[in-house]
């Protein structure tokens, strides 16, 4: 045996270890709290669609569990971020600044606006924006004028920062918080991944002007698909739920509408599975936090590798475990993720970045090397809560 396969044989024993008997997805919903009660009530009252009382709650619930003063409930994540980058102020012929390691529901939301996404590195102790390597960027690249960020090379206004707090782990926003002020940007956080997760000890999502996140299958809870926007300011949430549901006028019976808006709500029945599944959340955050603990155990007399750990300024919802392999190892990551998935253990190289896709390999850009770099070294591993308790 050579060394080259030790490694990835080492790897996989580790996995079935934790993982158990194969198929093994990385990432599966689970419904064992009120999801079938709620929704039987949805059906039995037949309020399935735009009206009912299940996301009003799960509004008030999402507030109340992120701290946010306000939540808007959408159809999906990608909808959140759309309507929050329009509400921050983003149009056509702007840019917005945006990690190239992050999905591309992100990068897609700025290009609904008619902006233009400007790509921005990552580094790897949080996986999230290199703040300091943004700022030496921004001051070199970017001028003051009428009190806005101008790129110097495009002449267009650079008017948000859209960090993503990568796999649940939140990244540095006090950092992003100040580069915001002293370049007169938006801060809109992409925490699409990330509920659950704080950053000292404050809910990721609900520091920047708005936040969002995502309800999609694989999220660490699911309303089949959903999102919603975390909004402190009064103003701004009253206008978010306005433009997400036709820009109706509130009347006994009347259509009118008095701008453009989206039918971005979120049905009552996929609201009502939400309020279930919030309801379990805190007991699927423990579960996730002892999956990090027991892949930990079962990796550490590995070598060449290393299992990716909360950052020291926050708590991680641990939404998708990634293995990250030494830079001298960065080769296996191929025969790593053959060999994993031939087993049945599911695994993923993480999202091709942003500027090799087409739609935007002309997008403006930072040096991008850190989240290249990471690219070449990172497999997710199964996720799933139920991972996390010990397996009969
Ligand atoms: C899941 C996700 C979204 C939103 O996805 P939807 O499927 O539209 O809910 C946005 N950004 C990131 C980084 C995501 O992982």
């Given at each position: 045996m050579n060394k080259a396969s030790f490694l990835v044989d080492s790897v996989l024993a580790a996995l079935r270890e934790v993982a158990g008997t194969a198929p093994v997805p990385l990432h599966a919903p689970e419904f064992q709290g009120n999801e079938w009660n709620y929704l039987t009530e949805c059906l039995d009252t037949t309020f399935v669609s735009s009206v009912g009382k299940f996301v009003d709650r799960f509004e008030a619930d999402l507030a109340s569990f992120t701290g946010a003063r306000h939540a808007v409930a959408t159809v999906n994540g990608t909808a959140a971020l759309h309507v929050a980058l329009l509400l921050a102020g983003v149009q056509a012929g702007d840019e917005v600044l945006v990690p190239t390691l992050t999905f591309i529901a992100t990068t897609n939301a700025v290009c609904y606006c008619g902006a233009v996404p400007h790509l921005v590195d990552s580094e790897p102790q949080t996986l999230g924006v290199d703040v300091a390597r943004l700022r030496e960027y921004l001051s070199a690249n970017t001028e003051e004028k009428n009190g806005h960020c101008v790129n110097k090379a495009t002449g267009r206004v650079i008017r948000a920062l859209l960090p993503m707090h990568t796999f649940g782990h939140p990244g540095d926003i006090d950092?992003?918080?100040?580069?915001?002020?002293?370049?007169?940007?938006?801060?809109?956080?992409?925490?699409?991944?990330?509920?659950?997760?704080?950053?000292?000890?404050?809910?990721?999502?609900?520091?920047?002007?708005?936040?969002?996140?995502?309800?999609?299958?694989?999220?660490?809870?699911?309303?089949?698909?959903?999102?919603?926007?975390?909004?402190?300011?009064?103003?701004?949430?009253?206008?978010?739920?306005?433009?997400?549901?036709?820009?109706?006028?509130?009347?006994?019976?009347?259509?009118?509408h008095d701008e453009v808006g989206f039918n971005y709500r979120l049905p009552n029945i996929?609201?009502?599975?939400?309020?279930?599944?919030?309801?379990?959340?805190?007991?699927?955050?423990?579960?996730?936090?002892?999956?990090?603990?027991?892949?930990?155990?079962?990796l550490k007399g590995v070598a060449g590798v290393s299992l990716f750990a909360e950052p020291p300024h926050g708590t991680s919802n641990y939404w998708l475990q990634a293995l990250v392999l030494d830079r001298a190892q960065a080769a296996q990551r191929d025969a790593l993720l053959a060999a994993t998935?031939?087993?049945?253990?599911?695994?993923?190289?993480?999202?091709?970045?942003?500027?090799?896709?087409?739609?935007?390999?002309?997008?403006?850009?930072?040096?991008?090397?850190?989240?290249?770099?990471?690219?070449?070294?990172?497999?997710?591993?199964?996720?799933?809560?139920?991972?996390?308790?010990?397996?009969?």
């Open positions: 950092g992003m918080l100040k580069l915001a002020v002293d370049f007169k940007l938006a801060l809109i956080e992409d925490a699409a991944e990330s509920l659950g997760s704080l950053y000292h000890g404050r809910h990721t999502g609900t520091l920047g002007l708005i936040g969002t996140l995502s309800f999609n299958g694989n999220k660490t809870i699911t309303t089949g698909g959903g999102g919603a926007l975390l909004i402190n300011d009064g103003e701004l949430a009253r206008r978010a739920k306005h433009i997400t549901t036709t820009a109706k006028l509130p009347h006994a019976w009347e259509y009118r996929n609201a009502a599975l939400g309020c279930a599944q919030l309801e379990r959340l805190p007991q699927l955050l423990v579960d996730k936090r002892k999956l990090y603990e027991r892949y930990r155990e079962a998935n031939a087993a049945g253990i599911m695994t993923r190289p993480v999202w091709t970045l942003m500027h090799r896709l087409a739609p935007f390999v002309a997008a403006p850009r930072m040096d991008l090397s850190c989240a290249e770099d990471l690219e070449r070294r990172i497999i997710n591993i199964p996720s799933s809560a139920v991972l996390g308790r010990e397996l009969a």
